[in-house]
C-alpha cells in the first residue's frame, strides 16, 4: 500500500515537470536548447512509463489472489484500449485500427485491460513510423481470441521464448522500454488462466494473441 501512495505521488510530480516542459518549450530559441529540452523531456516520459509500469506490476500482485472473473464487453474493453493509446500512435506515424466483436468474455477486466494495454505499447513501440497496429477478434463456439497485429520490427524464433522474462529487451539500442511489460502480461495471463500465443516474422511484424472463454460457457 505503502509503495502505491508512494507510486502516485510521484506520478503527479512528473506529470507536473512535464506540463513545465510543455511551458519551456514556447521560449526555445537555439538549437542546443531544443537539444537540451527533447533529452530531458525524454528521461522525464521513461521516467513515468517506468513509475507506471511498477504501478501496474503491484495491480497485477494485488489481484493475484483474488481475481473478479465476470463478463466483461470486449466491445468496451478494446474501446478504452484504444482511446488511451490513440495519441501516442498518431504522434508516432502510425496507423492504429480496432475491430472488435459485439461480445462478452469472461475474465477479470483490470488484469486482461493491463495486458492488452501493455501489448498495445509494445507493438506502437517496435513499430516505424507509417506502420500499422490492428486489434481485432475472432470468435470460436468456447472463446475469443483478441490479437493485437503489428508491422514492427518482428521477432527471431528463438528470442520468442525469452520475451516473456523480466527486463528482456530484445533490442535495447534501438528502443527505450522497462522491459518488464511483457513480463506483465505473463503474470497476468497466468492468474486468469487464459492462454497466450505469439506469432512473428523478423522485418515483418508480430501478432499476439490471447485466448478467453466465453461469459456463460
Not at 112 to 118: H, P, S, T, V, W
Not at 151 to 178: H, M, N, W, Y
Amino acid at each position: 500500500m505503502l509503495l502505491k501512495i508512494a507510486g502516485e505521488d510521484l506520478l503527479r510530480s512528473v506529470e507536473a515537470i512535464q506540463t513545465a516542459y510543455d511551458y519551456f518549450d514556447l521560449g526555445v530559441r537555439t538549437s542546443s536548447e531544443q537539444r537540451w529540452l527533447h533529452c530531458s523531456r525524454k528521461a522525464v516520459d521513461r521516467f513515468k512509463e517506468q513509475l507506471e509500469q511498477i504501478q501496474t506490476v503491484l495491480q497485477v500482485r494485488a489481484h493475484a489472489a483474488r481475481p473478479q472473473l465476470r463478463p466483461v464487453s470486449v466491445h468496451e474493453l478494446l474501446r478504452q484500449v484504444r482511446r488511451e493509446h490513440e495519441h501516442a500512435a498518431l504522434s508516432k506515424g502510425i496507423c492504429m485500427r480496432v475491430v472488435p466483436i459485439d461480445d462478452s468474455i469472461k475474465s477479470d477486466d483490470l488484469l486482461l485491460g493491463a495486458a492488452l494495454r501493455n501489448l498495445v505499447s509494445n507493438a506502437i513501440r517496435y513499430t516505424r513510423p507509417g506502420g500499422r497496429i490492428l486489434i481485432g477478434c475472432r470468435g470460436f463456439e468456447a472463446s475469443i481470441r483478441i490479437d493485437v497485429y503489428d508491422t514492427g520490427v518482428g521477432i527471431p524464433g528463438e528470442q520468442i521464448p525469452k520475451i516473456f522474462d523480466a527486463f528482456t529487451r530484445l533490442d535495447p539500442g534501438r528502443c527505450e522500454g522497462s522491459g518488464i511489460g511483457l513480463f506483465i502480461v505473463r503474470q497476468a495471463i497466468l492468474i486468469l488462466g487464459h492462454r497466450i500465443e505469439v506469432a512473428s516474422v523478423p522485418g515483418r511484424g508480430s501478432r499476439f494473441s490471447i485466448l478467453v472463454p466465453r461469459a456463460g460457457r
